[in-house]
C-alpha cells in the first residue's frame, strides 16, 4: 500500500545545497512519520532526520544538525529533505521511510523504504 519514490539526488561540489524528496504513493501518508536514512560504502545504515506527521517533533542526527532541515507537504505527500553546506562525508546512498506508529525516536519503527537516491559531493 505504501510505497515511496525518493528524488533529487546527484553530484555536487562541497558547500553546495540540494533537496531530497520522498513521495508516498498510499493514501495514509499523513499520519506516519517519515524520515531520512543513509548508507555510504563500508559503514553502516545511519540516521539522519525524522518528522512526525503533523511536523512538530522533528529529529536529526547530530552529524547534520545545522545544514539539513527535514519538511514535509502532507497535501502533496511528500517528505523533504534540504542539505546545506555538503561535506564529501555527506556521500551516502539516501533512503526514506515511513513509520506508522507516528514516532521520531524509535528508528526501528522506521519499516518501510524506498529504493534510495544517490548523492555524491566531491572535494
Known amino acids: 500500500q505504501v510505497q515511496l519514490v525518493e528524488s533529487g539526488g546527484g553530484l555536487v561540489q562541497t558547500g553546495d545545497s540540494m533537496r531530497l524528496s520522498c513521495t508516498d504513493s498510499?493514501?495514509?501518508?499523513?499520519?506516519?512519520?517519515m524520515g531520512w536514512f543513509r548508507q555510504a560504502p563500508g559503514k553502516e545504515r545511519e540516521f539522519v532526520a525524522a518528522?512526525?506527521?503533523?511536523?512538530?517533533?522533528?529529529n536529526y542526527a547530530d552529524a547534520v544538525k545545522g545544514r539539513f532541515t527535514i519538511s514535509r507537504d502532507n497535501a502533496k505527500k511528500t517528505v523533504y529533505l534540504q542539505m546545506n553546506s555538503l561535506k564529501p562525508e555527506d556521500t551516502a546512498l539516501y533512503y526514506c521511510a515511513s513509520n506508522s506508529q507516528g514516532g521520531v525516536y524509535f528508528l526501528k519503527q522506521f519499516n518501510t523504504w524506498g529504493q534510495g537516491t544517490q548523492v555524491t559531493v566531491s572535494s
Open positions: 518528522i512526525s506527521w503533523s511536523g512538530r517533533d522533528i
Open positions: 498510499g493514501r495514509t501518508f499523513s499520519t506516519y512519520a
